[in-house]
């Protein structure tokens, strides 16, 4: 079966600091991968989506950033985190063709102060 | 862009009962309604979905049902127990090659009372 993983669980950043937030998927191969973020009492706002090695595609324009180096690995960076990135980041998968289910991997609650 | 609007942000019900939340969208051309359920600092989990090629969709006591000329959707929670309490998100998207762009609504927090 598909395993989702996220680290860290927990993050307390400085603003100005730099972010490095990793995701990786077990059990599959060449799946969509998403970056999520869910501010306090808030819906979800897709950031970032990838449906390939090196494939990102940028849903919303900020500081932030996101790569995929392997195929089942998916990263989330800042150079400078602001106050306002702070949040619950939410990295999702899904196999796309004829199946379009998305599921979320366990999250990284973010604080920048 | 898809805008998704959610209804009511906050329900109350007595345990047994049932639970109707709803969502409109704006894009005629969404054709994908998932529905998640999230408990307090939990990841969402999917619990149902519908395509627009089919009107209503049912799982045990969960039920949605889809009014595409109304561009609707909602989520159906029949004998409603104690472990349904949590926030529910409704979402929608275009279905095409290249990925699946949730759009979510902002949610429902639902309370079942004993």
């Known amino acids: 079966s598909q395993t989702i993983h996220q680290w860290p669980a927990t993050l307390v950043q400085p603003v100005g600091s730099p972010l490095s937030l990793e995701c990786t998927v077990e059990g599959t191969s060449n799946p969509n991968l998403y970056w999520y973020r869910q501010a306090a009492g808030r819906g979800l706002q897709l950031l970032f989506y990838s449906v390939g090695i090196g494939q990102i595609s940028s849903e919303v324009p900020q500081n932030l950033s996101a790569s995929r180096p392997q195929d089942r690995q998916f990263i989330l960076s800042s150079k400078k985190l602001l106050l306002s990135d702070s949040g619950f980041y939410l990295c999702?998968?899904?196999?796309?063709?004829?199946?379009?289910?998305?599921?979320f991997g366990p999250g990284t609650r973010l604080t920048v102060t | 862009g898809e805008n998704v609007e959610q209804h009511p942000s906050t329900l109350s019900v007595q345990e047994g009962d049932s639970a109707v939340i709803k969502c409109t969208y704006s894009?005629?051309?969404?054709?994908?309604f998932p529905w998640y359920k999230q408990e307090l600092g939990k990841r969402p989990q999917l619990i149902i979905d519908i395509r627009s090629n089919v009107g209503e969709k049912k799982d045990q006591r969960i039920a949605v049902t889809l009014n595409k000329t109304a561009k609707h959707f909602s989520l159906h929670i029949t004998e409603t127990q104690p472990e349904d309490s949590a926030v529910y998100f409704c979402?929608?998207?275009?279905?095409?090659?290249?990925?699946?762009?949730?759009?979510f609504g902002t949610g429902t927090q639902l309370k079942v009372e004993l």
């Open positions: 979402a929608a998207s275009i279905l095409r090659g290249g990925g699946n762009k949730l759009t």
């Open positions: 999702a998968w899904g196999t796309g063709g004829a199946s379009y289910e998305q599921y």
């Open positions: 894009d005629s051309a969404s054709n994908y």
